[in-house]
Every structure is written in C-alpha cells, then in structure tokens.
T-cell receptor
Framework: AQTVTQSQPEMSVQEAETVTLSCTYD???????LFWYKQPPSRQMILVIR??????QNATENRFSVNFQKAAKSFSLKISDSQLGDAAMYFC?????????????FGKGITLSVRP | KAGVTQTPRYLIKTRGQQVTLSCSPI?????VSWYQQTPGQGLQFLFE???????NKGNFPGRFSGRQFSNSRSEMNVSTLELGDSALYLC???????????????FGSGTRLTVV
C-alpha cells in the first residue's frame, strides 16, 4: 500500500519570502501521479500543482513549483513570493497511474501561516 | 460553470441515527469520490462511483454506503451513527474514473457532520 508522509505539521513564512513544504511517499509502483492540494478555511480542496512520475521535469505553476526526486521518493512544494492568501493547510497526495486504483492517498497536511 | 455542490454544509445528528449526504458533481463529470476528513486520521478514501457503479472502496465498515444516480449526483449514507463518525465529508468529481488521467479532481466544500 502507498503511504504519504508530511512530517512538518506547521510552518510560517514572511510575506514575499519563499517557503518549501516537504513530502515523502512510499510506493512500489513506477508510474503514478503526485499532487499538492490547498485547503483554505472555506474547506474546499484546491489543486495547486500536479506531477506525473514519468516526467523528469519538475512541474511549475506561476509562484508554485515542485522538487520531484523520484529515487528518493520526495516531492516538495516551493512557494515563491508568499502572499497572505497562501495561508492554508497544504496536503500532498498520491494516485496510482492505473485507473483500477483510483483513490487519492493524502498526507496529514501542513498548516502554513503567512506573516505580514 | 458551477462547481461541486455538497448539501447540507452542516449537520448535527444523534448517536444511533442515520444520515444522508448529497453531492452534485460538475456538469459532464461522471465520477464522484467521497473522503472523510478528521483531525486524527486525516483524509481517508471512502468510495468512488462512476456511471452509477461503485468502482473502488476504502476500508470503512458496512455502515457507510453510497450510490450514484443517472445524472451523476451521488449520495452517501451512514447508518447507526457513532461519535467517531463526526468529520468533514468531502466529495470530488472528475470526468472519468480515477481523476481524469492525473488531472486530479474538483472538490466540494464538504459537509461537516457532528454526532452527539
């Protein structure tokens, strides 16, 4: 079974600074997807960024980028130029490549606060 | 385009009662997945429905059940409620089973269930 670990329960960053959120996972599969989701107080999970394991290039979405290290099974999220609206819980998630096992496996999440 | 709609947003039930939660996916989406979110266990997969058929099921007791209608709307039912069933229940929709090839899911804002 796959597991996702987010070892830091909380992090804080100064507005306009850069912060990196860590995530490690365990799987015996070679093809899979990885995601970062954001959950603000509105409770809705919002997709921040996704990465296909077969792609070596790290995904980037505006101020958000990932550092995907497949051999180390590490998938960290870097937020540049942090904004007050980035304050939320962030979840790392794994999904098998094959549709037969279609569920998302989430880490415990990390609460990010942004200091003005 | 309307998002994923979950009703009701809040619910208080008494131990031993049963409850039904509703999820209307994005128009054109045929897959609906359900997740339970608690502070202790985090986000856990309940089940996925695609074209009215259950495609995948998590490790929850039989008191948790669901169904999907021909218009893709889904309901989940919990019978004989226990205090430990208090949680945020999130549903997520996607075009195809398994998150549309890695493009992830669109989540609703959840139903907060409190069992007293």
């Amino acid at each position: 079974a796959q597991t996702v670990t987010q070892s830091q329960p909380e992090m804080s960053v100064q507005e306009a600074e850069t912060v990196t959120l860590s995530c490690t996972y365990d799987t015996s599969e070679s093809d899979y997807y990885l995601f970062w989701y954001k959950q603000p107080p509105s409770r809705q999970m919002i997709l921040v960024i996704r990465q296909e394991a077969y792609k070596q290039q790290n995904a980037t979405e505006n101020r958000f980028s990932v550092n995907f290290q497949k051999a180390a099974k590490s998938f960290s999220l870097k937020i540049s130029d942090s904004q007050l609206g980035d304050a939320a819980m962030y979840f790392c998630a794994y999904r098998s490549f094959t549709g037969a096992n279609s569920k998302l496996t989430f880490g415990k999440g990390i609460t990010l606060s942004v200091r003005p | 385009k309307a998002g994923v709609t979950q009703t009701p947003r809040y619910l208080i039930k008494t131990r031993g009662q049963q409850v039904t939660l509703s999820c209307s996916p994005i128009s054109g989406h045929r897959s609906v997945s359900w997740y339970q979110q608690t502070p202790g266990q985090g986000l856990q997969f309940l089940f996925e429905y695609f074209s009215e058929t259950q495609r995948n099921k998590g490790n929850f007791p039989g008191r948790f059940s669901g169904r999907q209608f021909s218009n893709s709307r889904s309901e989940m039912n919990v019978s004989t409620l226990e205090l430990g069933d208090s949680a945020l229940y999130l549903c997520a929709s996607s075009k195809n089973s398994g998150g549309s090839g890695g493009y992830g899911y669109t989540f609703g804002s959840g139903t907060r269930l409190t069992v007293v």
